[in-house]
């Protein structure tokens, strides 16, 4: 596995030295290894699975008949939300629904306003299967940490942080879009125009802000995180977002899936921010 992924990471036209992104990302596949117990895996309920993947393919087949999402996007959704569904639990599950649904209604809000100024998301706003793994790779593999490690509590606080900064960073910038007035860049503070990467506004930061705060307490309304966590999860989709705006403003040219890079670089560091806090604040079980 370590090796899969160090070698799919140097296929990838990332601007940092391979000699780097190799060898870290194989040691990090090692080091959460070193967590995992297969005894906690064996007491997955096979049918629980089998339920999973049949309500994650019912509602896959839905939205992408109602066009809501790409094609591409149903084989990714089934497999990561069952993933998420099995290990997490139905509770983990609604939070990544809820995530689904505010960041497509805030994609599609004003969408032929910002058609027009050149900053809307393609294909009216449905999101395929490059989408699906960027903003839910890491809260599924939080998820799957969920199970298969002795700190069930700390992994999912992780996996709610990691979807509350992937909602903060898609309200923040659909958002404002529409709403921002003097968006600036983060590194430079300068004005720059509205769609700029990097660029962020009060308006949109606000919009960001309340949409982690929602997602936060409806998870511990629901049961999938306790209350004290909270805050925790807000501030960290707070430093995850702003974490990726100020790697957009100093990475200004193009490279193959460079927002969906940025996007699981924002989850991770969210998550991983939430998990380090949670480590030393929170019980592990």
Sequence with gaps: MAAALAAWVESLPLPVNDNLTVPFSAAAVLFAAEFVSAENLREVN?????????????LASILTSFRIVQGSATWAGVFLGSILWVCAGWQCYLVLILFFILGTLAT???YERKHRWGVAQE???????????ANCGVPTLF??????????????????????TALFDTLSSELGQLYGRYPVLPTTGENVPIGTDGAISMEGTLGGLFGAIFLAGCAWLVGAIPASATPLVVLAAFIGANAESVLAAMIQYEFTWRNEILNLANTAIGGLVALGVAMQTQPPM
């Design 123 to 133: 294909d009216h706003g449905r999101r395929g299967a490059r989408h699906v793994i």
């Design 108 to 110: 599609r809000h004003g």
């Design 143 to 164: 998820a799957f940490f969920v199970t298969a490690t002795l700190y069930p509590q700390w992994m999912k606080i992780a996996l709610v942080a990691s979807l509350a």
């Design 46 to 58: 096979g049918w629980y699975v089998v339920v999973a993947i049949l309500g994650n393919g019912i």
